[in-house]
């Protein structure tokens, strides 16, 4: 064992033996460097007689060589303590403390208190106490007592080390409004102080800073955290949009936290406020009218509502606001299009052109036009916009002129056999025609004779080796910043790459960059905290999986210029199936292929498949993974599947097998063929299939049927009028009718452009493009020389020219179709610059590791990428210098990474990134989408670090909650029942759950005829009253024996007047001056298809008589008007009560959800 062993164990059994009665308590202290610490310490030992008291600590272990301090004799001890370290506590009353000034790095360890008791006993006491010295002091931990709520007085506490009273530090606080601060109190090793303020809408998202000032080491320790209050809503406001149709768009929206869970809207129409029984974020309503309409909306959360301002809705004005949108096209032209705002729309655009202050109506109709540029005189243009109310113009807009080349950069691309291949670009108008390069070595700039675009060259020298490239054109030239060559460097960015094999086996591959290339791969495996060596070298081994202990591996990456190891990668173990789930596929014959797939290790060895109909679960005694069904039945019904393996088993959700249903989402496409003809090619979905097409042209306004029934026609183009066609898909359940589309006509060759690509010799081949209908059919070719243009005599779409030449020189291409012609355009290139815009994109991987890469934008391109850590106030260089790293996250404490890029013009930093710690779900909540045959699908989110992993829903129906046991995120159930039925979910991760809001669902009900409907006669007036609730679009119609009765309007006799409010519908009759020789009147309830599903007899009651002894024709004619007065006014109130009545009920419902 050895003799230092051997005397380890004697103490032990000494201490043992001896230590009975004997005590020390003492905290660990962590202190800052050049500071001082004090260490709290009390001891006890048994009640003896003793004539003096001495103590002294030791580093370390408890021997006098490692002596700090020791009372009998203050200068014995450990030459870097003595003056440092002093006993202060007192020993007679049995305090130990210590105090330890000027702390370094090294006085970070454990520490022993030993204690004489002269006359009695010496001691030496075994517990350790730990000293940690920290470099810079920890960052301030800031507390949260509880949700902040606007209103509710709020209190945050900053806490801070401290140990030393030399070092007192100084606390502060951000300035946040309406806050005070309480007295700083001391706790131990801690110093803290309590913010109190009254929370507001102003204080959410800010962020509150806790400043510790440490006067003796100048140390300053910020920490922050964004402060999220709740608060009721707030700015709430009306934005409109113009739709189709004189229809107006008004969306909601409001500020609140948590967030607005309800929105109510308003209409204000001849001072009258009127509640809509809308409560959508967006309603759509009409536009136009001659009176002027308000609305406004009522944004509502659990914590208080708020209104928006009344919009008004705009009336018709004329245009204003006219301006123009200037676009650069191919050919020396440029695109120019006006806009401009008005109601009714702008139905006419004329522009006009300014030139040496002379203006000239351009006779120019459209909204776009193209005219050219890049002429010498200074040329302006404007539009005027028209409408039926007037007319507005735009400010004129200057047109460009040409420029010298300019933006010139050098791109960098690695090629084979060490060798780089750079590329110079350049913007200038007229286009670059010349590109010259230079090296720089060793201080010195060399000409290479080198005039092409792209030149190669080798790398790989020790030496450090710039180029860069002058770019010129006819009016004059502009150098690239110098781009450095890149040198050898050892490998870097090792990581392993795992692939599941079978036999529960595993691929590992190991990869590293490095130049020269790695030559050698070692790997390494760590089990129970032990690495060993594999003696494997090959880049890629085969490992086995699925033990209950946790295996890692990683590599070792080596190349003749030194080595790089990989982060470990840790090997998976078996688990029980999930993620089980049923795939749908329309098989012939009415049947349905279902296949059910799941994820476990080991993998599934069993499926069971179960049918759901009428609510009733059946086995179906089916264990293969496929299955096969029918399916177009009326009732609806489900399956779902079960996969077992030997650890476990896990169910699908069910999924619902389709119905049939009429053709829909019928369009046609178009394919251009030969000979100017187009294909047509109509397509629609139906179930049971579309059997018939039928197809028709709109031409001049009106439709033809070209009794043509197949899926694809073939039709001529290239008219000058318009033609559409669109196309009819039957089956045997309907027919549904697609858009017309359009037929193209004919346009002359525009899109001009010349592609430049360097050949063989000194030589440049260039070719001419352009789009026309018909295709263009001629190309000629231009040349410019010494300001000359010649015509080159050359009709091909491409021409080969030298290149090279002291003058400056210039070429274009004329493509000619048979309706016109059109010229090509120069190349635009960018500037240099030295490093800008430098960002850290974060992206999780597995394992807690997140990867960062560092992007910049720099010409030259960046050739170096520096990393920095920020943790606890400290920068840390971590001596990576690739532009992509992966490190950890999910640690307690705050850490943030910033990379620095860096060419041979400079270097930029980004913004620092903060690493995420792991939260609990929050912002959970439910989306509700309709599905098919009165199914709605609902589907829960949830924010939280680690990921949800189980999914919980709950319905509540007659005020009773029920948990479903359904564990989906995504669930669908019914909808349509006469009772409120409602749902919200639960979402749970390991850290905790969240729950979302209730969502309710919607209700369906049927048409009902009221009782109150009825007919009254008096006199010569008969009025009809029929009222009908229902929640469905639907009719009012009426109908009299041997009469034709106008459904809309007034004809002189009849009078219809219709009305909704929420589900009441209403419509009245008046019938005046007429022989009413019939007793009953039909009232019926049609929906949007017109059919008749509802109809009541109304018997006529009169409710006057002709007076005998007054019957007087004035008599007759003042009583019917007072009659008919007094009716119309009982018919108001009637209308009035109901509606009132259904909507009391309609809130006692809401009452009880």
């Known amino acids: 064992m050895g003799e230092v062993g051997l005397i380890l164990i004697f103490i032990s059994l000494l201490q043992g033996v001896t230590s009975e009665g004997w005590s020390m308590k003492a905290l660990p202290r962590r202190a800052i460097s050049s500071s001082c610490v004090v260490i709290p310490c009390s001891f006890d030992f048994p009640s003896h007689s003793y004539t003096a008291l001495h103590g002294a600590w030791f580093k370390y272990w408890y021997r006098w060589k490692y002596t700090i301090t020791y009372t009998k004799d203050p200068n014995y001890g450990m030459a870097t303590f003595v003056g440092r370290a002093k006993i202060i506590g007192d020993l007679e009353g049995k305090n130990c403390s210590v105090r330890i000034d000027s702390l370094r790095a090294e006085d970070s360890d454990v520490y022993y208190f030993y204690v004489d008791a002269e006359g009695y006993t010496d001691h030496t006491f075994t517990e350790p106490v730990q000293l940690q010295v920290l470099d810079v002091p920890d960052k ?65 998202g800010r962020t509150l800073r806790c400043t510790c000032d440490y006067p003796q080491t100048s140390h300053r320790m910020v920490n922050s955290v964004n402060l999220s209050v709740k608060y009721s809503p707030r700015k709430t406001s009306v934005r409109m949009t113009l ?20 929105f109510t809207w308003f209409k204000i129409s001849q001072g009258k406020v009127t509640n809509l029984e809308l409560a959508g974020q967006t309603i759509t309503v009409p536009y136009g009218f001659d009176e002027e309409i308000s609305y406004y909306c009522e944004a509502t959360s659990i914590l208080g509502s708020s209104q928006s301002l009344p919009i008004r809705i705009p009336t018709e004005y004329s245009p204003h606001n006219t301006s123009v949108r200037m676009t650069l096209e191919k050919g020396k032209m440029i695109s120019l299009s006006c806009s401009s705002d008005g109601n009714p729309a702008v139905h006419n655009f004329t522009w006009f052109k300014t030139s040496r202050g002379k203006v000239t109506n351009l006779a120019l109709a459209g909204q776009t036009i193209t005219v050219p540029y890049g002429f010498d005189e200074e040329i302006s243009y404007y539009c005027e916009a028209t409408s039926i109310l007037g007319s507005s113009q735009s400010l004129p807009i200057r047109i460009p002129t040409k420029y010298s080349a300019q933006n010139t950069s050098v791109r960098m691309t690695l090629a ?17 025609h010349n590109f010259t390069w230079f090296k720089i070595s060793h201080g010195k700039v060399t000409d290479l004779a080198l005039a092409g675009q792209t030149i190669t060259v080798p790398y790989g020298f020790e030496e450090e080796i710039s180029y860069y490239c002058e770019a010129t054109s006819i009016l004059g030239s502009s150098q690239s910043l110098p781009i450095r060559i890149p040198t050898e460097y050892s490998p870097r960015n090792t990581s392993i790459r795992m692939t599941l094999e079978k036999g529960k086996m595993i691929s590992l591959s190991c990869s590293s960059d490095g130049n020269p290339a790695v030559h050698n791969f070692t790997w390494f495996k760590i089990s129970q905290g032990k690495v060993t060596n594999l003696a494997l070298a090959g880049q890629s081994i085969t490992v086995p999986y699925g033990f209950d202990e946790e295996i890692s591996y990683y590599c070792e990456a080596t190349s003749i210029l030194g080595s790089s190891q990989s982060l470990p990668i840790r090997i998976h173990t078996e688990y029980s199936p999930h993620n089980t789930s049923v795939r749908l596929t329309l098989e ?89 003809m187009i294909s047509l090619s109509c397509f629609s979905d139906g179930n049971p299939e579309v059997h018939n097409f039928t197809w028709f042209k709109i031409s001049q306004g009106k439709v033809t049927n070209l009794a043509l029934a197949g899926q694809t026609i073939t039709v001529p183009d290239g008219f000058e ?24 006509t004919e346009y002359s060759p525009h899109n001009m452009s010349v592609r430049m690509t360097l050949e063989k010799g000194k030589m440049i081949s260039l070719s001419c493009s352009s789009d026309g209908n018909p295709a263009v059919h001629n190309f000629t070719w231009f040349k410019i020389s010494q300001g000359k243009v010649t015509n080159l005599a050359l009709a091909v779409q491409t021409i080969t020219v030298p290149y090279g030449f002291e003058e400056e020189i210039s070429y274009y291409c004329e493509a000619t179709s048979i309706l016109g012609s059109s010229q090509s355009l120069p190349i635009r290139i960018p500037t240099e610059y030295s490093p800008r815009n430098t960002s850290i994109r974060m992206t999780l991987e ?93 589907s829960c989110s949830s924010d939280g670090n680690p990921a949800v992993h189980n999914f919980t829903w709950f319905k509540i129906s007659q005020g009773k909650v029920t948990n479903l046991a359904l564990a989906g995120q995504t669930i669908t159930v019914p909808y349509g029942f006469d009772e409120e039925i409602s749902y919200y979910c639960e979402a749970t991760s390991i850290l905790g759950s969240s729950q979302s809001l209730p969502i309710r669902i919607p209700t369906e009900y049927g048409a009902v005829i009221l009782p109150e409907s009825r007919c009254t006669q008096y006199l010569t007036n008969l009025t009809c009253l029929c009222l009908v609730r229902a929640n469905s679009s639907v009719h009012i119609t009426w109908a009299l024996p041997g009469r034709t009765v106008r459904q809309t309007g007034s004809d002189g006799i009849y009078k219809t007047v219709s009305a909704r409010v929420g589900p009441l519908v209403t419509n009245t009759l008046t019938i005046s001056g007429s022989n009413m020789a019939f007793q009953t009147v039909n009232c019926s309830v049609v929906n949007d298809r017109g059919d008749r599903y509802l109809q009541r007899r109304l018997e006529i009651q009169a409710v006057g008589e ?37 909507r009391r009920t309609d809130k006692r419902k809401m009452r009880r959800i």
Request: hydrophobic share 30%; with cysteine; proline share 5%.
């Open 721 to 744: 009028e318009e033609n559409s066609y669109y196309c009819e898909a039957t089956s045997i359940l309907g027919s549904s009718q697609s858009l017309p589309i359009r037929i193209p």
């Open 588 to 676: 012939k014959g009415k049947m349905i292929s279902l296949s059910c797939f799941s994820d476990g290790d080991p993998a599934v060895h069993n499926f069971t498949w179960f049918k759901i109909t009428q609510g009733k679960m059946m086995n179906l005694a089916l264990a293969g993974q496929t299955i096969t069904v029918p399916y177009g039945f009326d009732e609806e019904i489900s399956y779902y599947c079960e996969a077992t393996s030997i650890l476990g088993s896990s169910q699908s959700l069910p999924i619902r097998i389709p119905t049939e249903y009429s053709p829909h989402n019928t369009s046609v496409r178009m394919t251009l063929e030969k000979g100017k």
């Open 846 to 938: 597995k394992g807690k590791m997140i990867s960062l890469s560092c992007s910049s934008d720099g010409n030259p391109t960046v050739h170096n990428f520096t990393w920095f850590k920020i943790s606890q106030g400290k920068v840390t260089n971590l001596a990576l210098a690739g532009q992509t790293i992966t490190v950890p996250y999910g640690f307690d404490e705050e850490i943030s990474y910033y990379c620095e890029a860096t060419s041979i013009l400079g270097s930029s930093q980004s913004l620092p990134i903060r690493i995420h710690t792991e939260y609990s779900p929050h912002n959970t909540s439910v989306r509700m989408t309709l599905e098919k045959g009165k199914v709605i699908s609902l």
């Open 243 to 262: 739709e189709k149709g004189k229809m107006i768009s008004l969306s909601c929206s409001s500020d609140g936290n948590p967030a607005v869970h309800n």
């Open 416 to 432: 084979k056999e060490k060798t780089i291949s750079l590329s110079c670009s350049s913007d200038g108008n007229p286009a670059v």
């Open 1106 to 1142: 002709q007076a005998g002894t007054r019957s007087g024709l004035m008599w007759k004619i003042g009583l019917g008007s007072v009659g008919g007065a007094v009716l119309l006014i009982t018919t108001t109130i009637a209308i009035y009560l109901i509606t009132k009545t259904y």
């Open 140 to 204: 301030p931990v800031i507390v949260l007592l509880k949700d902040l709520q606007e209103g509710t007085p709020a209190h945050i506490i900053c806490k801070c080390l401290y140990t030393c009273p030399d070092n007192h530090p100084n606390l502060t606080w951000s300035e946040l409004l309406t806050s005070s601060v309480s007295n700083i109190t001391e706790n131990g090793d801690e110093v803290s102080a309590v913010l109190t303020f009254n929370p507001s809408f102003k204080h959410h």
